[in-house]
């Protein structure tokens, strides 16, 4: 029986396995590009271009650096990182995720780690440092909800908790191209990383 492909061929040329991704074959631009064409919610969102997920992790590392001013830059650097699993698995919105069960997790996982140990980020440090990851992106998700996809804030508050502080972060909200959103996710990452 012929097996079948479980691989993705990338604009930098690599051939990334996707059910056993190497973190040789991971390269940033490869995952700003899939980022930045890549929509936040479906697609449902105002503007005349889709908010990316490349400005959802732009937004997050920003929260996550202003909430937390004492993380160094590899913590900074997985806030930014912290979905870009989704340049080769896409985006799902959060209700479709959890019917999918533990494949989908698993698959994110694997990713997630080969995307770390790629760029240096110590798996070890994912675990203590993901709950303030994941303050940062609820936030973001709250802002997102009712300034971009129509939510009320009652729905937001139900889904996200309530959340306070984040409007100065509302010029991170302006949809724009995948060209420009590449070019900041590349020049934050540059500005975090250190190989």
Not at 2 to 27: C, F, T, V, Y
Request: with cysteine; charged share 25%.
């Amino acid at each position: 029986m012929k097996m079948k492909r479980a691989w993705q061929r990338m604009l930098s040329g690599r051939r990334l396995e996707i059910l056993d991704p190497s973190p040789l074959d991971i390269e940033i631009e490869d995952i700003a590009h899939g980022l930045s064409f890549l929509a936040r919610w479906n697609g449902q969102t105002t503007g005349d271009y889709p908010f990316s997920v490349a400005q959802h992790s732009l937004l997050v590392e920003n929260i996550f650096s202003r909430q937390f001013p004492k993380m160094d830059n590899q913590s900074k650097l997985f806030a930014l990182l912290h979905d870009s699993a989704e340049y080769v698995i896409s985006d799902m919105i959060s209700p479709l995720k959890t019917h999918l069960g533990i494949d989908y997790e698993a698959l994110d996982e694997k990713l997630t780690m080969a995307i770390c140990i790629r760029f240096n980020i110590p798996t070890t440090r994912i675990k203590a440092i993901k709950r303030q990851v994941k303050i940062a992106d609820k936030m973001a998700a709250w802002l997102e909800a009712i300034r971009l996809a129509g939510f009320s804030k009652q729905e937001a508050d139900s889904l996200f908790g309530k959340q306070v502080g984040v409007e100065s972060f509302e010029n991170y909200l302006l949809p724009d191209t995948p060209y420009f959103v590449r070019k900041k996710f590349v020049k934050r990452f540059n500005e975090l990383y250190n190989p």
